[in-house]
Structures are given as structure tokens and as C-alpha cells.
């Protein structure tokens, strides 16, 4: 069992920076793969980026490219989304997710996660 906490969410003007937190639980960070997801029309979930339990492949969605990363720092147990020129667009409920640390491909969909934070809010002002 993984639990996960998200923090770093608030307010903040378009262009602007911010960098969301995920503090999960548990000895084996590492072997889990962590995504990124955020609500968007038409979807409940849309994926935003993820990155395998070494940091070693990274996904990115297109709608966030060159303007966010992902990082993860395996000895915190935290994984990090560094967004910056943010978009009235980008405002959302932003929630972290692990997969089954079983060591499988990484995946862009919803389904590929099985554990999720309760989320944090970003809302970007024009």
C-alpha cells in the first residue's frame, strides 16, 4: 500500500512559476513509477507527465511541453512537477499517482496507476 500526499499548489499569475510536491509512503519508493494527472474537459483525469521508479524514461504530455519537468528524489520519497510560464489553462486540481511497483512499462493512461493523492489546486490568473 502506497499513500500520497501533494502539496505546493496556490495561486499564481500567468507566466508565473510554481513546483508541486508528492511525499509518498513506504520503503520502496523506488519501484514505482509516479505520474502526474489534472482534470480536463471531457476527461477525469488528464495525464500530465510520469517517470519511471530511477528517473530513467520520462513521459510528457504535449500540452505541458517545455514549460513543465518531473523530477523525483528516491531518498525523500517525493516526486516533484516543476511548472513554470503557466496558463490560465493549466488551473487545476493537480494529483500524483504510483503504479503497482511491479517494474512495467511506463504508462500515460489513468489505468496505469493505482494509487492516488487527494490533490492540490493550482489556479493560474490572467
Known amino acids: 500500500q502506497v499513500q500520497l500526499a501533494e502539496s505546493g499548489g ?3 499569475q500567468a507566466g508565473g512559476s510554481l513546483r508541486l510536491s508528492c511525499a509518498a509512503s513506504g520503503r520502496t519508493f523506488s519501484s514505482y ?3 502526474w494527472f489534472r482534470p480536463a474537459l471531457g476527461k477525469e483525469r488528464e495525464f ?3 517517470i519511471t521508479g530511477r528517473g530513467s524514461t520520462i513521459y510528457v504530455a504535449d500540452s505541458v511541453k517545455g514549460r513543465f519537468t ?3 528524489d528516491n531518498a525523500k520519497n517525493t516526486v516533484y512537477l516543476q511548472m ?3 496558463k490560465p489553462e493549466d488551473t487545476a486540481v493537480y494529483y500524483c499517482a504510483a503504479d503497482r511497483g511491479l517494474g512495467g512499462s511506463l504508462s500515460a493512461r489513468r489505468s496505469g496507476y493505482v494509487y492516488w493523492g487527494q490533490g492540490t489546486q493550482v489556479t493560474v490568473s490572467s
Do not use: D, P, Q
Open 70 to 72: 518531473i523530477s523525483r
Open 48 to 50: 500530465v507527465m510520469a
Open 10 to 12: 496556490g495561486l499564481v
Open 33 to 35: 513509477a509516479m505520474g
Open 84 to 86: 513554470s510560464n503557466l
